[in-house]
């Protein structure tokens, strides 16, 4: 196992991102709609579950967790009593 204090994140070119983002969408998000469904996705399309934990950043200070079987995801879901149902929160640095 790698030891994570050796790990260094490589530097990806935005165009390298942009080109990913686009061969992502065309094999799993064929509507030319925003926004693109990542829970459609993660589920149907990907075959992962999510799994919702309520206040998990606040109790552990993360927004979701891919668990050992890589087929689970646990994800922030947040309370908020002026919403009825509660809702996911999903982050992502860019639009899919």
Known sequence: ?????????????IEE???AVAGFR???WL?????VDIFEIVEFELGIEIRTIFNLREASDVDALLLGDLKT?????????DKSPPFHTFYASKPL
Do not use: C, N, Q
């Open 26 to 28: 065309s094999r799993y």
């Open 31 to 35: 509507r030319d709609t925003i926004p």
């Open 73 to 81: 995801i646990s994800s922030v879901v947040k309370w908020r009593p």
């Open 1 to 13: 196992m790698m030891d994570p204090r050796e790990f260094k994140a490589p530097f990806i070119k």
């Open 17 to 19: 991102i942009g080109m």
